[in-house]
């Protein structure tokens, strides 16, 4: 079964249990899967890879968006947005752990050579494939930018 399958499934079963939290993630996120598949010159069905790589960028929209909410003082709809979350999560790969991110990063810039942020570059393009969808962009360029400090 694949991943777009079980969110197919699995909002089906939201449905049935009347689960409107739920329901609406995976909804907006199966929406989001079928945009990304007729994106381009031509549709495609996506792979799990691609799958989840949307998956993310909806999680994502959902953490800036409660934080958005928390800074206009909406703490009803930030709360919303943080149960989407809470249901996205559990499709993506488990996050890293601070300890485990810098340990990455570490061998990253060994592997890289890099010895100042002007080698930035080169450590991303090293832990991009190796992190994939388990820690924020943001996380991995800050520990990135203090190895390198």
Do not use: C, F, H, W
């Amino acid at each position: 079964m694949t991943l777009k399958q079980t969110l197919q499934s699995d909002l089906n079963q939201a449905m049935k249990s009347r689960d409107k939290v739920t329901a609406g993630a995976l909804r907006m996120t199966i929406a989001a899967v079928k945009t990304a598949e007729v994106s381009g010159d031509t549709a495609k069905e996506l792979t799990d890879d691609e799958t989840l790589k949307v998956i993310t960028k909806e999680a994502k929209k959902r953490r800036e968006a409660a934080d958005a909410y928390d800074a206009a003082n909406r703490p009803e709809l930030a709360e919303q947005e943080r149960a989407e979350l809470v249901v996205l999560e559990k499709y993506l790969p488990a996050q890293l752990s601070d300890a485990e991110l810098d340990q990455m990063v570490a061998e990253a810039v060994t592997e890289s050579g890099a010895t100042n942020i002007g080698g930035m570059g080169k450590v991303m393009k090293i832990l991009q494939p190796k992190i994939a969808g388990r820690a924020d962009g943001g996380k991995i360029a800050a520990a990135v930018k203090r190895a390198l400090s």
